[in-house]
């Protein structure tokens, strides 16, 4: 969609961000851009919705003080700003008045500068790799004005001298990759989780600001690698889209069709890390002989297992492959008696019920707060899914049914993710007789250049809505392209999910929320 932003001055700015959410029920805050908008200052663009009509809007704050800007919180009308207005911080500098926990989020505390600023050093000089460890904070910190004006922080602390605090991660098999999650423990009972992001922060946002249009294509590959595909649909989405490039249906069948054999691949290995984190070895097995079978399918057409590289601006790379309609038609054939096996082998197993079932519960209020989107949401009962309630590709043509579940605890989590698959192939089955002749690729300039303005487009993710915002100043490259992570909410929402539950259940609420920390950490 082209965005329309709403502008609110600072001063009344919290208090109309708070008739948008309880007046105008747009109680869903799809994410927070920072930005640096030039001569006009820093600031931030939030994006919302209304989940009762699906209603997106837009709304602009900018504070022109570039030496000290600041912005009110939002942390109080939805959770999960807490954390995206740290992400904010971090990259440009910002302080959210009333955020009780301004610290770095993916960057060293003893980082210096803000380097998603337009007049960031980049040289290698001001940029040496630094060996020594990360000193750590003992304290967050809360901005507030003073009577003049003038920013002043208050310190709360992390722990107490009574608080036993351990780390899980970031080099535990069961954080599946390297997220660091310092908890605080009472005996066995979790009391509160810090996360710690940026392990593997490559700066892939501030990299795309340097590259013409079609090199950015390479990056989104490698964010979700369980989601490439849909990655890199949002992202040609919103290039097409502000472009005005119109797609043949043949590229509208192949997407889609790719799109959700990458979605049965995904929530295949998930099924599997569920099974190993819970030391059901068979099941992990049979969930990889599985998508080993779909990885073929895919890599005739593609050359890729877990890099794609297939879709580009205004269309895919290559036509399918001659043999794909045949073997797509058999994949699905020989997938669809595979799931009882997987619901015999592992779904009724007493260990799994003991350890899933009323474990981590996430209620509905909070997983819209947290924006906790994807399986997680529909767990707890959301309609969220962006394929429904803002469809593209083939999806307004096809008939699926939107899973959801309303204990939202790790067993309804693993369970929106089993049913998701049979409904996938569902989808792939209507398409794949009837891919219609046609273009596989529309045509582009050597050189795209955008027209100016702002869009945001998003694709349903294996793991939630990935989304893309495009800043576009009618260059070669982005001004700016944030793209919104499908793991960040379900992190910060860990928290909520985890108090009062024992220590071991923290690795099956992580096996169930299903995140993948390159796209965290981008």
């Not at 009110?72 to 807490?82: C, D, R």
């Not at 954080?175 to 892939?204: A, F, M, N, S």
């Not at 969930?287 to 590289?309: A, F, H, K, S, Y």
Request: charged share 30%; net charge negative; hydrophobic share 35%.
């Amino acid at each position: 969609m082209k965005l329309e932003n709403r502008q609110f001055e600072l001063n009344a700015f919290a208090s109309e961000m708070a008739k948008l959410r309880n007046d105008k029920h747009f109680d869903f805050l799809v994410t927070i851009v920072g930005e640096d908008f030039g001569e006009e200052g820093l600031g931030c663009v939030y994006i919302l919705e209304n989940t009762k009509t699906h209603e997106r809007t837009s709304v602009k704050a900018v504070n022109a003080d570039r030496n000290e800007p600041y912005i009110p919180t939002v942390s109080h009308l939805w959770k999960g700003a807490e954390i995206l207005e740290r992400e904010v911080y971090d990259f440009f500098g910002i302080k959210f008045l009333g955020n009780k926990d301004m610290r770095r989020i993916y960057l060293r505390s003893d980082f210096k500068g803000y380097p998603f600023r337009k007049d960031y050093d980049m040289s290698p000089e001001n940029n040496t790799y630094v060996l020594t460890d990360d000193p750590e904070t003992e304290c967050t910190f809360e901005y507030s004005l003073d009577k003049d004006g003038k920013l002043v922080a208050v310190k709360h602390p992390l722990f107490t001298d009574d608080d036993y605090v351990i780390n899980i991660g970031p080099q535990h098999p069961a954080t599946h990759g390297v997220l660091r999650l310092q908890t605080i423990l009472d005996g066995e009972t979790i009391r509160k989780i810090y996360p710690h992001c940026g392990y593997i922060h490559r700066g892939v946002e501030k990299m795309c600001e340097s590259y013409i249009y079609p090199q950015t294509l390479a990056l989104t590959d490698r964010l979700d690698y369980l989601s490439a595909m849909m990655n890199r649909h949002a992202l040609c989405s919103v290039v097409e889209e502000a472009m005005g490039v119109e797609l043949t249906d043949r590229i509208k069948y192949i997407r889609t069709i790719m799109d959700e054999l990458q979605r049965i691949d995904s929530h295949l290995l998930f099924y599997s890390c569920c099974a190993q984190d819970l030391g059901a070895l068979t099941a992990f097995i049979y969930g990889m002989r599985e998508r080993e079978q779909v990885l073929n399918v895919m890599e005739e057409t593609t050359g890729g297992r877990l890099i794609q590289n297939y879709y580009r601006i205004g269309g895919c790379q290559a036509d399918i492959d001659p043999n794909f309609v045949q073997n797509v038609k058999k994949l699905c054939e020989y997938l669809k008696p595979m799931f009882k096996e997987y619901h015999d082998i592992f779904t009724g197993n007493i260990i799994l019920q003991n350890r899933f079932r009323g474990v981590g519960k996430l209620t509905l209020e909070d997983a819209i707060s947290y924006g906790c989107t994807g399986g997680t949401g529909r767990a707890a009962g959301w309609q969220n899914d962006v394929r429904k309630h803002h469809p593209y590709a083939m999806y307004d043509k096809v008939e699926f049914d939107e899973i959801t579940y309303n204990a939202g605890d790790c067993f309804d989590r693993y369970m929106v993710r089993m049913d998701e698959m049979e409904q996938s192939i569902r989808i792939i089955e209507q398409l794949i007789d009837n891919i219609p002749a046609g273009d596989y690729y529309v045509k582009q300039k050597p050189i795209i250049r955008v027209p100016e303005g702002q869009w945001y487009t998003s694709c349903e993710g294996s793991r939630g809505e990935i989304g893309v915002y495009l800043d576009s100043r009618g260059d070669k490259s982005p001004y700016r392209l944030k793209f919104r992570p499908m793991g960040l909410p379900l992190v910060s929402a860990m928290d909520t999910m985890l108090r009062g539950e024992k220590i071991a259940d923290l690795i099956s609420v992580g096996a169930t929320l299903d995140y993948v920390i390159p796209d965290i950490d981008r």
